[in-house]
């Protein structure tokens, strides 16, 4: 199985100022044969299901403000939000697709200072 | 408008057995691929199952293979689990999720879920 990684686990960050979240899995998430990354970002609010972010990586999602956005690749990947809004607060979850098990990592807490 | 609504949890003992349903409307659900995932109270996600769109490909994760069982019924637009020899640590939020493209099983639509807890 790939085990997905998160750091850090708790995040407190200012109104309007950035924040990285990392995610690291246990084996390379790269296909090669078409060069994409399967990888996915996720958003969970309080009572509420996750809300797709980002896929492929990179690809933001429909909807999805820009101030949201991922990098990486293999087997490093970032979630970068900038200019952070009250309605950012919540915890985030990175998820391989590239085998099965589909993993998720344990999730990073965003939390507003 | 893209809906899933999942149904069918409840309370049951150790070694019981229940059926999850989720209703899906406002797309075409023969076209997609589908999952179910679970989160148990305070902790993260976990993927169970997955089904492609007609039903020849199914995988599952091995905390519920052999227990579990992912079906669809196109006609009705419904996905199901069912569930046998339930275990305390399968209580949770079960969510069906929706596959956002053929192959590409990051999740784009999910329900509220419906609520397991297996105890005696």
């Known amino acids: 199985d790939i085990v997905m990684t998160q750091s850090p686990d708790s995040l407190p960050v200012s109104l309007g100022e950035g924040a990285t979240i990392n995610c690291k899995s246990s084996?390379?998430?790269?296909?090669?044969?078409?060069?994409?990354?399967?990888l996915a970002w996720y958003q969970q609010k309080p009572g509420q299901p996750p809300k797709l972010l980002i896929y492929?990586?990179?690809t933001r999602e429909s909807g999805v403000p820009d101030r949201f956005s991922g990098s990486g690749s293999g087997t490093h990947f970032t979630l970068t939000i900038s200019n952070l809004q009250a309605e950012d607060a919540a915890v985030y979850y990175c998820?391989?697709?590239?085998?099965?098990?589909?993993?998720f990592g344990q999730g990073t807490k965003l939390e507003i200072k | 408008e893209v809906q899933l609504v999942e149904s069918g949890g409840g309370l049951v003992q150790p070694g019981g057995s229940l059926r999850l349903s989720c209703a899906a409307s406002?797309?075409?659900?023969?076209?997609?691929?589908m999952s179910w995932v679970r989160q148990a109270p305070g902790k993260g996600l976990e993927w169970l199952a997955y089904?492609?769109?007609?039903?020849?490909?199914?995988y599952y994760a091995d905390s519920v293979k052999g227990r579990f069982a992912i079906s669809r019924d196109n006609a009705q637009n419904s996905l199901y689990l069912r569930m046998n020899s339930l275990r305390v640590e399968d209580s949770a939020l079960y969510y069906c999720?929706?596959?956002?493209?053929?192959?590409?099983?990051?999740?784009?639509?999910w329900g509220q879920g419906t609520t397991v807890a297996v105890s005696s």
């Open positions: 999720a929706r596959g956002i493209a053929t192959s590409l099983p990051a999740f784009d639509f």
């Open positions: 406002g797309f075409t659900f023969s076209s997609f691929e």
């Open positions: 089904i492609t769109a007609t039903s020849t490909i199914i």
């Open positions: 084996q390379s998430v790269l296909y090669s044969s078409n060069n994409k990354n399967y």
């Open positions: 492929w990586a990179f």
């Open positions: 998820q391989q697709y590239y085998s099965i098990p589909y993993t």
